[in-house]
C-alpha cells in the first residue's frame, strides 16, 4: 500500500502484518541492476553503458526505466536500426520525462527567442551558484507541455539536501522569469511550474525543515504529501492565524531573496546570457561539454555567510575532523568527484 497511515491499526499489531518493508525509489546501483534485467531480451548497441544511463535518471522508478528501454528499442525499430544506440536512449530519457517532441508545434523567432532567454536564465543562474547540480542539458524544442526545459543532474545520487543547496535551487527555479523581466521587462505566463515549484519548495524550508528564523525548528502543519481519506490533497492548518501570517513573510522573503540573487546573476553576466541565447536559437538542443565552454566565463557567485538559525548559536570556528584516509583514498580511486566536493567545502 502507499497509504499505511489509513490501515486499521489492528491490522497492524504484532503477530499479524507486523513488519512494514518500504520500498523506495531506487538508487544508482538499484536503477542500474533494473536496466540489466529490462534490456535481456533487447539488441543493446555494445558500446552503451548502463551506469551511464542510471546516472542519467535520478528519481526514475523500476517502471520508468522499463519504459525508457520500451522506447528506445521502439525509436530504434522505426529508424530502421538494428541496435539500441545511447542517442535512442537519450531521446526516450527525454520522452519519459517530459513527453514527445512536438515537431510539428510552429514556433515564431519572438517565442523562440524568449523561450532561449528563459532556459538560458535557469542554466546561467544553476552554473553561477556554489551548491547546484552541473547542467547536463538545454534545448527550446518543444516537448509535452513544454516550450522548452534545462536539465541538471547530480554527479551522485544523492540522500539528503542542505539549506544552500535548496537556496541555490530556488534562485535556479527563478532564472527563467527573471530572464524575460531583465531582458523584456514583460514576463510571460510560461514559467507559471517554475513559481509553483518554487514556491512549494520555499514552504518546505519554513514549514517541514525548520530553515528560517523567524518559524525555527518546527513542524507547522499536516502531511500534505499524503491524501487524507475523503478530503482533498494540501496543507491542514494546525497553527493559528497569527503564525500563519509569519509562514506567508517567511516564504515571501525566501522567494523574494532567490529571485533577486537570479536576477543580480543574470545582469553580472549578461554578455554570456546573450552568448547561450544566440547558441541555443542556432542549435536548439545544447549538451553538456557545449554549455561548459560557454559558461567558461561565468563569475562564480560568492557563497552565503554562515547560518545557524540563530544570532544566540554561534557557528563553530573549528572545522569538522577530517574525512578518515583510508574512506578518502577509497574514494579517490573510484570517484574522483565526489572527493573534490567533499574537501572543498566548508
Ligand atoms: C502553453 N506552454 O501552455 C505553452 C505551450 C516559459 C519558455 N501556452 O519553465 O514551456 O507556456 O524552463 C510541467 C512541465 C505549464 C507542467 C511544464 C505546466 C509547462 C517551461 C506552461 C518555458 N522551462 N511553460 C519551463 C513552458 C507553456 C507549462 C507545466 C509545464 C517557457 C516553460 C508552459
Ligand atoms: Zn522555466
Same mark, same amino acid.
Do not use: C
Given at each position: 500500500t502507499n497509504r499505511p497511515d489509513v490501515l486499521d491499526p489492528a491490522l497492524l499489531r504484532p503477530g499479524r502484518f507486523d513488519r512494514q518493508i518500504p520500498v /523506495? ?15 535481456? #531480451? ?16 535520478? !528519481?526514475?522508478? !523500476? ?55 528563459? /532556459?538560458?536564465?535557469?542554466? &546561467? ?18 516537448? !509535452? ?7 541538471? &543532474?547530480?554527479?551522485?545520487?544523492? @540522500? ?5 543547496? &535548496?537556496?541555490?535551487? &530556488?534562485?535556479? =527555479? ?21 513559481? /509553483? ?11 517541514? @525543515? ?22 482533498? @490533497? ?52 545544447? #549538451?553538456?561539454?557545449?554549455?561548459? /565552454? ?15 538559525? =540563530?544570532? =544566540? ?34
Open positions: /523506495e525509489r531506487p538508487d544508482l546501483k538499484g536503477r542500474e541492476a533494473i536496466l540489466k534485467v529490462h534490456s535481456k #531480451n533487447k539488441p543493446l548497441a555494445e558500446n552503451l553503458d548502463l551506469t551511464a544511463i542510471a546516472r542519467r535518471t535520478p !528519481g526514475f522508478t !523500476g517502471a520508468d526505466l522499463a519504459n525508457v528501454l520500451n522506447e528506445a528499442a521502439l525509436l530504434t525499430a522505426r529508424n530502421n536500426e538494428k541496435q539500441i544506440t545511447l542517442s535512442a536512449i537519450d531521446e526516450s530519457i527525454d520522452r519519459v520525462m517530459a513527453g514527445p517532441q512536438r515537431k510539428s508545434r510552429i514556433m515564431s523567432e519572438a517565442e523562440r527567442r524568449v523561450t532561449a532567454y528563459h /532556459e538560458a536564465g535557469h542554466a &546561467l543562474v544553476a552554473h553561477a551558484l556554489p551548491h547546484t547540480d552541473p547542467v547536463h542539458k538545454i534545448t527550446i524544442m518543444p516537448r !509535452g507541455r513544454a516550450l522548452g526545459y534545462t536539465m541538471v &543532474l547530480p554527479d551522485d545520487d544523492k @540522500y539528503s539536501t542542505t539549506r544552500n543547496q &535548496l537556496l541555490d535551487q &530556488l534562485a535556479y =527555479s527563478l532564472g527563467g522569469r527573471a530572464a524575460e523581466e531583465l531582458i523584456f521587462h514583460d514576463p510571460s505566463t510560461g514559467a507559471a511550474n517554475d513559481i /509553483e515549484k518554487a514556491t512549494a519548495l520555499a514552504r518546505a524550508m519554513v514549514t517541514q @525543515y525548520g530553515m528560517t528564523e523567524a518559524i525555527g525548528a518546527i513542524k507547522l502543519g499536516t502531511d500534505d504529501s499524503v491524501p487524507f481519506m475523503g478530503r482533498d @490533497y494540501g496543507h491542514q492548518r494546525d497553527y493559528s492565524e497569527s503564525v500563519a501570517a509569519i509562514v506567508d513573510a517567511e516564504i515571501r522573503g525566501l522567494i523574494e531573496r532567490a529571485h533577486q540573487e537570479a536576477y543580480d546573476i543574470l545582469q553580472a553576466n549578461r554578455s554570456v546570457l546573450d552568448e547561450m541565447v544566440v547558441q541555443l536559437l542556432e542549435k536548439e538542443t545544447l #549538451n553538456k561539454e557545449e554549455i561548459a /565552454e560557454i559558461f567558461a566565463k561565468v563569475v562564480s557567485w560568492p557563497k552565503r555567510p554562515a547560518w545557524t538559525g =540563530s544570532p =544566540s548559536r554561534l557557528p563553530s570556528t573549528q572545522p569538522p575532523v577530517a574525512i578518515p584516509e583510508r574512506a578518502a583514498v577509497a574514494e579517490t580511486t573510484k570517484k574522483p568527484r565526489r572527493v573534490k566536493k567533499t574537501t572543498s567545502s566548508e
